[in-house]
């Protein structure tokens, strides 16, 4: 069962009710946007709050939730969908891997194909498990036509009952554990379906999703982009670079915060860097008027490295998608080959910096 709730809410006081419901009316107010996800396991009587517990509490504008064994490994899992394109999740279910099941699919005749409201009932020691087919499961959702019995520990079902729309019922003999059954209205034997195991990929890494938003990948070499210096000279990458030099190239923007707290960091580090063979230099992304600003960012952030501007199309030298994100770093080798790449600033990424200039002194005031 799915639901959501806000803070007050879960306070449950009828004040509450009734100043939302007026909002609702009177001011157009939308509870769009407030909802955290909630899953509650029935303890048979009460429900209990897991969400937390499973990991699916999360505070996105959900809507639709479809469950389905997408896995076909025998439990189902659950997709949530959420508004105005925003991130959706796929969760996969790894509760009870070991415990059995098994799964029946209907065909009916008479009571139409997909035999909506059809009921399968399966009978174990430990009692009669009743599933209705159902269409829809959640708002604008619809979830697994297949219908799975959790099975605990037995090993078969010691008989299986249709109950068809049409009125038709029919009773089968034992199912083991573990099998898919496709059962037609009319007919007198099961049919076992074969499903390919399939897997669910596990959530990608930041690192995974940082390069998947890049065309310059490690390994590549750094395109020869564009560059024009604040003197007005125009160059490229590769014209530029000596093959005595390695690079920390650094892409920013006068817009962007994180990049104005990284620049005075880089600018301190600069010179011992620049004795380690490696040089700074800075490349602005801004475009358009934003680009006269850049000499006087230059020279507020104390910045001793060498600066450029570069052209619009460079974007999609860089970035595989629409979406631009700065700060970011790339670590070039004396034979013009990405060795790392960088994005936004962290403690992380100026001790690793910090690293390449031997220098061990305390942070300076430009790191958080
Ligand atoms: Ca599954
Ligand atoms: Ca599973």
């Not at 509870?31 to 396991?41: A, C, H, I, Q, V």
């Not at 925003?86 to 009571?111: A, D, F, K, P, T």
């Not at 000499?295 to 460079?314: C, D, I, K, M, W």
């Not at 994100?325 to 034979?335: A, N, Q, T």
């Amino acid at each position: 069962m799915l639901a959501s709730s806000t803070g007050d809410e879960a306070a449950g006081n009828q004040d509450y009710q009734r100043g939302h419901m007026g909002k609702i009316f009177a001011e157009g107010f939308s509870f769009s946007g407030f909802e955290r996800d909630k899953l509650y396991l029935n303890q048979g009587g009460a429900y209990v709050d897991i969400s937390g517990l499973s990991g699916l509490d999360s505070v996105g504008d959900g809507r639709g939730a479809a469950w389905a064994d997408f896995d076909n490994d025998g439990d189902y899992d659950l997709l949530l969908t959420e508004l105005q394109g925003q991130v959706h999740h796929l969760y996969r279910n790894e509760v009870g891997q070991q415990r059995h099941w098994v799964r029946v699919m209907l065909e009916g005749r008479e009571s139409g194909p997909d035999a909506w409201g059809a009921e399968v009932r399966v009978k174990t020691s430990q009692g009669i498990a009743v599933k209705a087919k159902t269409g829809g499961s959640g708002f604008v959702s619809q979830g697994d036509p297949r219908l799975l019995f959790g099975l605990d520990s037995e090993e078969a079902v010691e008989w299986l009952e249709v109950r068809w729309p049409s009125g038709e019922r029919q009773r089968f003999g034992s199912v083991a554990a573990g099998a898919t059954v496709r059962v037609v209205e009319g007919e007198q034997s099961l049919q076992p379906v074969e499903l390919a195991a399939t897997s669910l990929p596990d959530p990608a890494g930041e690192d995974a999703e940082l390069l998947a938003a890049l065309v310059v990948q490690p390994r590549d070499e750094f395109p020869a982009i564009a560059l024009q210096g604040l003197d007005g000279e125009q160059t490229n990458f590769s014209a530029f670079r000596r093959a005595d030099r390695s690079y920390l190239i650094n892409l920013w923007a006068t817009h962007c915060g994180p990049c104005l707290r990284e620049m005075p960091e880089l600018a301190a580090l600069a010179p011992s860097l620049a004795a380690n063979g490696i040089e700074v230099v800075g490349i602005s992304l801004d475009m358009g008027a934003a680009k006269a600003k850049v000499p006087s960012f230059a020279r507020r952030l104390g910045v001793n490295y060498q600066l450029f501007t570069t052209e619009e199309h460079v974007f999609s030298q860089i970035f595989s998608g629409d979406q631009v994100f700065i700060p970011l770093s790339f670590f070039v080798d004396r034979e013009g080959m990405v060795k790392d790449v960088m994005a936004g600033w962290s403690e992380e990424i100026a001790a690793k910096i910090r690293t390449w200039s031997g220098d061990k002194s305390p942070l300076t005031k430009g790191t958080q």
